[in-house]
């Protein structure tokens, strides 16, 4: 496989540290296109080197990463609802943001959406990814 750049590296280490950014804003800190941090990131042995970067972080590892992710597609919200200045009752539901959040904030960490836009399309999401998510639904809901 390919080794990668220093520039190649720069990028790898900018997007582990702020999973987040776009790709202009991260081309904008390296003094790089955006377009190159595109193309760089599609790259097989960059998007490698993403994995073993992160692999070495415990917390990053792919088993950890899939139970946070499950854990977070899990997510649930309290809401209160008061009357006159008193709660009166309480609600637990669906965080669909904070779902949202972690599925696209793991999913770039590991190089596997698409594009940089936002996560709305389950095409933008590659196979490997969606047989991950698929892999650690299984496992949660059993046989």
Do not use: C, W
């Not at 804003?25 to 490698?48: C, F, N, S, W």
Request: glycine share 6%; net charge positive.
């Amino acid at each position: 496989m390919k080794r990668v750049t220093a520039k190649q590296a720069a990028i790898v280490r900018e997007r582990i540290k702020t999973p987040h950014a776009t790709q202009k804003e991260i081309g904008r800190k390296l003094g790089v296109d955006q377009r190159y941090v595109a193309r760089e990131l599609t790259k097989p042995h960059v998007a490698a080197a993403m994995r073993e970067q992160m692999d070495r972080r415990p917390k990053l590892i792919s088993d950890a990463l899939l139970e946070r992710l499950e854990e977070g597609l899990e997510a649930k919200e309290t809401k209160f609802f008061a009357h006159e200045g008193e709660v009166i009752s309480k609600r637990e539901t669906v965080d669909y943001g904070t779902r949202h959040r972690y599925l696209d904030t793991a999913l770039r960490l590991r190089g596997e959406l698409r594009n940089d836009g936002p996560t709305t399309n389950i095409a933008m999401f590659t196979p490997e990814a969606l047989d991950a998510l698929i892999a650690a639904t299984n496992r949660r809901d059993g046989p």
